[in-house]
């Protein structure tokens, strides 16, 4: 007897010693044992060493929907009925297309406002009786109510269906052809939303097809509605059959591998279709609806030349791309391999006369950002790391496309960041990862480490051509202070770059139609056909597009992003009051046909009007602008009757 319980603890013990090794044999497949580099594939800085400091990467703190909730009546108002949410994501998206809003749990509260989308769903769980009914009525009285996910509680009548069917067989929707809303996507890609890829056989998102709608928005593959619209004379109520928060979320998190049709270098605007829609409800519904632009001073579209320096030629012909753009008053980013050890991928050239060449990017004005040091294609599985990894002790060794040695995520950001900060002068802020290849820790890992934008995404695999707040970990509950600038044209896909440039620029001219952005990712490993693109191209956008570096352009969007706006009506005109809590120049706003500037109530100068955009050179702080408007009904307000 006890020498067979012997043998079964033997037997236990030899089978979770097997485990155990099989665990280590999966993680250094990857990750590999440290290993001593051979002094003459190391270079070596005398006197050089650092960063001293040690890096703490803080804890998540979730975000409160609070900090969403001043503002005035004219703003949207957010009706959150369930906090336990993907209500960030709708937040970041409405920021990123400059819908003012709030954000209440309140119905009476939200009911004052003249536009309410309610969200993540309307149900009897979720809402009592009496609130229902104060929803059903807030449409009929005049107001606008879009509803996301409408599962229950009596209103279906209210906006225009039988039953909400739900399903994860839905793989696409089609905007309906003629509607008054619908009229700027003109773009068959803009017509027709993906929910999924049926090829890629991958789980797509629960939707709910609305039956029996009679002249909806949208409809799902399978006929039913995707979005429903019913009019009340003024009043609307919209029913949207899917959680746009969550599909906002899956693009902005790089985790909607399921929609993902193409990387790079085309046209894909799946999320901006829904943040422009939404844009385009609240301005036809509200009385004096201004909105932020999302191009600085007016222009129609935002450009980042971006250049990967990641090759032993590059650091060279990077300083003959600097210099055209110097030539022509634009700031490039140029993200440097921090390349100080000969491994699997190339040999040294962060050296002493590559640092001189990093000097001279410096000089002529260019913005200087770190391509991490390894440049591996599994820096997405990196540990986090110590914080204290420091140059020159720091040794990551790339020994095949997927190993790698002696790295982690805080020493590729600390140590890469610290050596061209030390070499160039320049505190770099600006962030692009080797092959693109992204970590789920790295927000908080940028933001631990001093970096503040990040173009690590393309904007194919996020779904927009915006840029966009990240989130902690890439999930759903933590925003981080980091702001993502995806790729949109990059020199990596055949045909050569120098023989795309019409489908370049087209693709420009489709994201222009709406104020997005495009960053183009050219390496500067040859000069030839890749430098001529980059001169046609700047040439080919140069009358509608503002040009500036990723540093310049995330100061500005960050910026923006604090921007408040609240209208109010003044006599026979409107007042509109921005409230600027850092320093922006170029600020835009979007007004209602028909408004003339009048004057600002401070000593603002320099504001100009082009139709219904409006520019400021300068903002910090309040600002009141007044407007003359042609005379419009006071915006609508909900009796403040308690709900019956």
């Known amino acids: 007897m006890e020498r067979a319980t012997t043998i079964r603890l033997v037997s236990a013990v030899l089978v979770l010693l097997g485990l155990v090794a099989g665990g ?188 029996e709608s009679s002249d909806p928005l949208a409809r799902f593959d399978d006929g039913t509605a995707a979005m429903t619209q019913v009019s009340y004379g003024r009043g609307r109520a919209y029913a949207i059959g899917l959680d746009l928060g969550f599909l906002l979320l899956k693009g902005y998190n790089n985790r909607a591998d399921e929609l993902v049709r193409s990387y790079d270098n085309q046209f894909d605007p799946a999320l901006d279709v829904w943040l422009r829609l939404l844009k385009s409800i609240y301005r036809t519904a509200q009385d004096g609806a201004v909105t932020v632009g999302t191009v600085p001073f007016g222009k129609s579209l935002s450009v980042m030349l971006t250049h990967d320096v990641d090759f032993t030629r590059s650091i060279k012909n990077a300083v003959d791309y600097a210099e055209y753009e110097k030539s022509q008053g634009l700031v490039g980013t140029y993200f440097i391999q921090v390349k100080y050890i000969r491994d699997f991928n190339d040999d040294i050239f962060f050296n002493d006369e590559g640092v001189r060449h990093l000097a001279r990017l410096a000089e002529l004005g260019m913005e200087l950002g770190s391509h991490t040091i390894a440049h591996s294609r599994v820096f997405d599985q990196f540990p986090m790391g110590t914080g204290r990894e420091a140059y020159p002790s720091y040794a990551p060794y790339v020994r095949s496309r997927t190993k790698a040695q002696n790295a982690s995520i805080l020493g590729e950001l600390r140590v890469s960041k610290f050596l061209i900060d030390h070499f160039s002068g320049q505190a770099i802020v600006s962030f692009r990862p080797g092959e693109l290849s992204n970590p789920y820790g790295l927000p908080q890992a940028l933001l631990a480490t001093g970096f503040r934008y990040s173009s690590t995404a393309t904007a194919n695999n996020s779904l927009t051509h915006l840029p966009y707040q990240l989130t902690y970990d890439r999930l759903t509950e933590s925003e981080v202070e980091i702001f993502e600038f995806p790729v949109t044209i990059e020199d990596e896909e055949l045909p050569k770059l120098g023989d795309r440039l019409p489908q370049a620029l087209e693709v420009a001219r489709q994201i222009s139609r709406y104020g997005g952005s495009v960053v183009v990712l050219i390496h500067p490993n040859i000069l030839d056909h890749k430098l001529a693109f980059e001169k046609g191209f700047v040439e080919g956008v140069r009358p509608y597009a503002w040009f500036g570096s990723v540093r310049e352009f995330g100061r500005w969007w960050a910026a923006r992003n604090q921007v408040g706006i609240d209208v109010t009506r003044d006599g026979a005109g409107m007042q509109v009051t921005l409230t600027a809590p850092q320093p922006i120049a170029g600020l835009t706003i979007e007004v209602p046909e028909g408004w003339t500037l009048g004057r600002a109530e401070s000593s603002a100068k320099g504001i100009t009007q082009r139709g219904g955009v409006i520019a400021f050179p300068e903002l910090q702080g309040t600002l009141t602008v007044l407007f003359s408007a042609p005379s419009e009904s006071v915006a609508f307000r909900q009796p403040l009757s308690e709900p019956r």
Do not use: C
């Open 24 to 211: 280590w044999i999966l993680f250094w497949s990857h990750i590999e044992r440290p290993i001593d580099i051979p002094e003459q594939d190391f270079h070596r800085f005398p006197g050089v060493a650092g960063p001293s400091h040690v890096t703490v990467v803080p804890p998540p703190v979730p975000a409160s929907w609070t900090s969403y909730g001043q503002g005035s009546k004219s703003r949207m108002a957010i009706l959150l009925t369930d906090s336990n949410s993907s209500w960030l994501g709708l937040a970041h998206g409405l920021k990123s297309i400059g819908i003012p809003f709030r954000i209440t749990r309140d119905v009476r509260e939200a009911l004052t406002h003249q536009v309410v989308l309610v969200y993540p769903m309307i149900s009897g769980k979720l809402l009592s009786p009496a609130e229902l009914h104060a929803l059903g009525d807030f449409p009929k009285s005049g107001g606008t109510l879009i509803g996301v996910q409408v599962l229950g509680g009596g209103l279906n009548r209210v906006f225009g269906f039988r039953d909400a069917v739900a399903s994860r067989n839905r793989y696409d929707l089609r905007l309906a052809s003629a509607d008054p809303l619908l009229a700027q996507f003109t773009d068959p890609l803009e017509r027709r939303l993906r929910i999924g890829i049926r090829e890629k056989e991958l789980d797509v998102m629960g939707t709910y097809g609305y039956t």
